[in-house]
């Protein structure tokens, strides 16, 4: 994203600025910085898309729900990857904190013991209420994890299924699958404008263009082609060495990819 794109959805921050009379500003110490509130932004994103996905899952019938615990996975490397995006210390060990919980709850939903998923939901919510209040949804320190409980059923009572994958999504995870080891390598501060990388940006925008023909949804379709282009861009700056320009781009590729996230299980 450019940077006056950036600037422009600033007030959409305005919990993270400080600004509050003579009150002391808890997250001071955590978000500084333009970079920092980005990223908290990013994180709220990330949240917001988590309780989505996570809406249908009852954790006290269904607590080992292979499903949910698949979907989750992908929020866990995003919220790694916007860690990074920060520039200050603290605000990446709160971000990471909570990439290790969502982590954590993952393979605890998967080891089917319920001793472990109990522990790794506790530690989820102390994680997410350790984030600034500009990265949780309507300033709530609650986590947006859904977990519904049962009703008796009713004529006015109503479900919401998943909707259908895609028949794209099978080649998206492809996609992503071959870019996580380039990418988990990859030291944004040290090598801004690694060729390997690079190299592995365009391949994946040509993989999400080819899987874009075989989607049949057009939410899919779009969101794809916007992944796609993000991908493409992030390769055009770093090589063509325009540092300042390189965070901006990572935010935006990470911002549609959590779209994509949302549409197509990538765990």
Same mark, same amino acid.
Request: hydrophobic residues 45%.
């Given at each position: 994203?450019?940077?006056?794109?950036?600037?422009?959805?600033?007030?959409?921050? @305005?919990?993270?600025?400080?600004?509050?009379?003579?009150?002391?500003? +808890? #997250?001071?110490?955590?978000?500084?910085?333009?970079?920092?509130?980005?990223?908290?932004?990013?994180v709220q994103?990330?949240?917001?898309?988590?309780?989505?996905?996570?809406?249908?899952?009852?954790?006290?019938?269904?607590?080992?729900? +292979? /499903? &949910?615990?698949?979907?989750?996975?992908?929020?866990?490397?995003?919220?790694?990857? %916007?860690?990074?995006?920060? #520039?200050?210390?603290?605000?990446? /060990?709160?971000?990471?904190?909570?990439?290790? @919980?969502?982590?954590?709850?993952?393979?605890?939903?998967?080891?089917?013991? %319920? &001793?472990?998923?109990?522990?790794?939901?506790?530690?989820?919510?102390?994680?997410?209420?350790?984030?600034?209040?500009?990265?949780?949804?309507?300033?709530?320190?609650?986590?947006?994890?859904?977990?519904?409980?049962?009703?008796?059923?009713?004529?006015?009572?109503?479900?919401?299924?998943?909707?259908?994958?895609?028949a794209s999504?099978?080649?998206?995870?492809?996609?992503?699958?071959?870019?996580?080891?380039? !990418?988990?390598?990859?030291?944004?501060?040290?090598? +801004?404008?690694?060729?390997?990388?690079?190299? @592995?940006?365009?391949?994946? @925008?040509? #993989?999400?263009?080819?899987?874009?023909?075989?989607?049949?949804? &057009?939410?899919?379709?779009? !969101?794809?082609?916007?992944?796609?282009?993000?991908?493409? *861009?992030?390769?055009?700056?770093?090589?063509? *060495?325009?540092?300042?320009? &390189?965070? %901006?781009?990572?935010?935006?590729?990470? %911002?549609?990819?959590?779209?994509?996230?949302?549409?197509?299980?990538?765990?």
């Open positions: 994203m450019l940077l006056a794109v950036l600037i422009s959805i600033l007030p959409a921050l @305005a919990g993270c600025s400080g600004d509050s009379g003579s009150k002391p500003d +808890p #997250d001071a110490a955590l978000v500084k910085t333009v970079a920092d509130r980005a990223a908290c932004r990013d994103r990330v949240f917001l898309h988590l309780a989505e996905v996570s809406g249908h899952w009852n954790s006290s019938k269904k607590p080992f729900d +292979p /499903v &949910v615990a698949r979907a989750l996975n992908p929020y866990n490397h995003q919220l790694r990857l %916007q860690a990074r995006t920060a #520039d200050t210390v603290q605000l990446r /060990v709160v971000i990471e904190r909570n990439a290790d @919980a969502l982590g954590a709850l993952t393979q605890a939903m998967l080891s089917r013991h %319920q &001793v472990r998923v109990d522990a790794a939901i506790a530690e989820s919510r102390k994680a997410y209420a350790a984030l600034p209040a500009c990265a949780h949804r309507d300033g709530k320190r609650s986590l947006p994890l859904k977990t519904p409980t049962v009703r008796p059923s009713s004529g006015s009572s109503r479900t919401t299924a998943p909707a259908a994958v895609d999504c099978a080649q998206v995870k492809k996609a992503y699958d071959r870019l996580s080891p380039v !990418t988990g390598r990859w030291n944004v501060e040290k090598r +801004p404008f690694d060729p390997s990388t690079i190299s @592995a940006l365009r391949r994946t @925008a040509k #993989d999400l263009r080819a899987a874009e023909a075989k989607a049949v949804q &057009v939410p899919v379709q779009r !969101t794809l082609e916007a992944n796609a282009r993000a991908f493409d *861009h992030l390769a055009g700056v770093m090589a063509a *060495h325009k540092k300042a320009a &390189v965070r %901006q781009a990572i935010i935006d590729m990470q %911002q549609t990819a959590v779209d994509v996230a949302a549409l197509c299980p990538l765990g």
